[in-house]
Structure formats: structure tokens, C-alpha cells
């Protein structure tokens, strides 16, 4: 009788790959390692309130609105918490900045400052939370660079290109842990049974043409003609490609991870009520760009790489379309105004 064993191939922890990584540099110290180590942590500790939502008083609004004026969710709020505090001592970063709060979070008195920067999403895609579509958290990871040991706004303030690592949880049908420090992106699955992320998604690539189109064209009033062309050629009307399969559950974070792994794109433009988008710039667009990219995928705002936007204000917003690098492309034959080098 020939007995099915369920255990993968190789059992590589998160924690081991991430050594393992670290071995690549020989010069490394080991502050970003401790970085990912305690985001794995958080991962963890905010997959246990979601999976929780429902059971407990958890679900539904906060009765409160964060800086960008939208109604916070518990969720939201216990999980920019947890973030908060599982990487607040660490050591390792100078300061932090979430979507949940309207200036950098300095690393209290008492608490040694290290030489990174943390930015994040606690919770994505929180109008899905009462209905049981997955969210999730997004990080990125920048060098200080100014002088002195806290961290400045300007240490926020700069380019994609600049990240170190970057990655995103989901708390979809497992919970995965998805990242890149620039060698490659890799999926990490919870085994809740043992509490540890192992390695289930190594060197993830993205198909160079997608079959997903993730937009929400409820707006489709207010984009800019260009817009609406783009949209028609990815829907096939124009003759020119075959339609692509429309998928979008309203949460970035499941949305790209889904054409990440099938190849796709996502799309949310510019529009008249939202004129410079609607998606954050250092927490949501430059570490999926990050990804993206590192996965052999492209992310623009319509003019430019993402990657290369010089950020002015902490949570500006920014057009996005990110994904396959064919799909991305298309998008320059619409709005790139000629002569401008996307
Ligand atoms: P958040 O919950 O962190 O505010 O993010 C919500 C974002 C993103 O997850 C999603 O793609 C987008 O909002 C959906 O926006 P629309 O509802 O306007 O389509
Ligand atoms: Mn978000
Ligand atoms: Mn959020």
C-alpha cells in the first residue's frame, strides 16, 4: 500500500531561507534579516485576528476615519497595532509610517534605532472584511538616509528604486507570505498546525501576457479617453487582441497576487474624482512594484515606472498599472504623450 506523505518535497522555513539569503552578502549584519524575521511575526499574529473575524467583536467599522478621511475598520486598526509593536523594538528600524496614521511613528524612548525605514499597509482591502474576501498587508523597506539616529521624513521620501526588500501577506484561502529583497520574489505558506511559514512558491515569475484584467469600471465616466481605448483593447474590442478575462475583488493585495501567479494586469487609473488615483505610493504601489518587476513584470503610472517616481508627501496617491510586462507596455501605446521615454 503505498502511503501518501503530505509533508513537501524540502521543509525550508522562512527563517531559513531568509539565513540563507543573507549568506549571499557576506558584509551583511543581519538588521534586515531581523526586519523579515519580525514581519513574519506580525504576519502571523494579524492572521490570527482575521481568521478570528466574526467570532469575536472584531467585524465592522471602527467609528473612526484615518488621514486620508476613510472610515477605519477594527481591523484595521488592531492590525496597524500589532504591526506597530512587533517591529517597534526590534533594533533595527529608525521609524516607521502606516496608512493608519498621518505622520512617520518615531521608535520610542528607551528603544535602539537601527538604519531602516518601514512603511505599510496594515490591512488591504478592509471594505472586504465583513464579507469574507481576502485582505492583506503590504510592507516595503527603505536605508535611512539622513544623519542622526531617528528617522526624518525625508528618509520616507524616496524613489521605489530605493527599496530593499518589500513583500505582502494574504489571508485568503491559506495565508502566504510573498517577498523580495532584489534576488528573485518567494512564497512562504502558513502551516497553522506549526506555526511557520515554509517555502511553497520559490522564484515566482510572472507570464510575460496576462489573461486577467483587474479594473473597476464602475468609473469608466470619468477616465480620459485614452483610458477608455486602453480598456477596449484589453477587452479585445478593438480588434487587436484576444478579450482578456475580467477579475477584480475590490483588495489589491488579491487581486495582484492572483495575476502575479495566472499573469495579468491591474489597473486603476487616474480619474476625475480621484485625479491623481486612488492607490498609496510608498505602501501600496512601490513595494507590489517591487515584486512585480523582480518577477519579470512591469508597474507604471501611465507615464513612468513606478519605481522612479520622487515622492513629495507620505501618502500620495498615484495612478497604477502594474503586472505583466506585455500588458504594461500596452498601456505606453495609449498614454505616453510621443516623444516621452516611458
Ligand atoms: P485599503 O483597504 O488599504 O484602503 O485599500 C483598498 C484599496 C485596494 O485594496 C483596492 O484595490 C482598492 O482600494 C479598491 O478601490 P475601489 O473600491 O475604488 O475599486
Ligand atoms: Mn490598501
Ligand atoms: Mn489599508
Known amino acids: ?25 557576506p558584509e551583511a549584519s543581519g538588521e534586515l534579516s531581523g526586519v523579515l524575521y519580525d514581519l513574519a511575526l506580525a504576519a502571523k499574529m494579524i492572521a490570527n485576528k482575521v481568521r478570528m ?35 517597534d523594538h526590534g533594533g533595527r528600524l529608525c521609524a516607521m509610517a502606516s496608512e493608519e496614521e498621518p505622520d512617520i511613528i518615531p521608535i520610542p524612548d528607551g528603544f535602539r534605532c537601527g538604519k531602516y525605514c518601514l512603511m505599510f499597509d496594515p490591512l488591504d482591502g478592509s471594505s472586504n472584511i465583513d464579507v469574507n474576501v481576502p485582505v492583506g498587508t503590504i510592507f516595503s ?19 521605489g528604486r530605493r527599496q530593499v526588500a518589500a513583500g505582502y501577506v494574504i489571508y485568503g484561502s491559506s495565508t502566504m507570505l510573498v517577498y523580495t529583497t532584489g534576488q528573485g520574489v518567494h512564497g ?24 486577467f484584467l483587474s479594473v473597476n469600471d464602475s468609473y469608466e465616466q470619468h477616465w480620459e479617453e485614452p483610458v477608455r481605448a486602453l480598456m477596449r483593447r484589453y477587452r479585445g474590442m ?4 484576444k478579450a482578456m478575462n475580467v477579475r477584480y475583488v475590490g483588495s489589491l493585495v488579491a487581486d495582484f497576487h492572483r495575476n502575479l501567479l495566472g499573469g495579468g494586469i491591474f489597473v486603476y487609473p487616474a480619474n476625475a474624482k480621484s485625479p491623481r488615483g486612488k492607490l498609496r505610493l510608498l505602501y501600496e504601489a512601490n513595494p507590489l512594484a517591487f515584486i512585480a518587476e523582480q518577477a519579470g513584470g512591469a508597474a507604471s503610472d501611465g507615464y513612468q515606472r513606478i519605481l522612479d517616481i520622487n515622492p513629495s508627501e507620505l501618502h500620495q496617491r498615484t495612478p497604477l498599472y502594474m503586472g505583466s510586462k506585455a500588458d504594461v507596455e500596452t498601456v505606453h501605446e495609449f498614454l505616453t504623450p510621443a516623444g516621452v521615454t516611458a
Do not use: C
Open 1 to 25: 500500500m503505498n502511503v501518501v506523505h503530505n509533508t513537501p518535497v524540502s521543509v525550508v522555513t522562512i527563517e531559513r531561507f531568509i539565513i540563507e539569503q543573507e549568506r549571499l552578502y
Open 53 to 87: 473575524a466574526g467570532l469575536v467583536d472584531i467585524l465592522g467599522g471602527n467609528e473612526t476615519e484615518n488621514v486620508q478621511g476613510e472610515a477605519q475598520q477594527k481591523l484595521d486598526v488592531i492590525a496597524n497595532d500589532i504591526m506597530i509593536k512587533a517591529m
Open 141 to 159: 523597506v527603505v536605508r535611512k538616509v539622513t544623519r542622526g539616529s531617528a528617522g526624518e521624513m525625508e528618509d520616507f521620501l524616496q524613489p
Open 188 to 211: 512562504f505558506t502558513l502551516d497553522p498546525s506549526i506555526g511557520e511559514f515554509l517555502l511553497s512558491h520559490p522564484n515566482i515569475r510572472t507570464p510575460e501576457r496576462g489573461k
Open 238 to 241: 478593438d480588434g487587436v487582441q
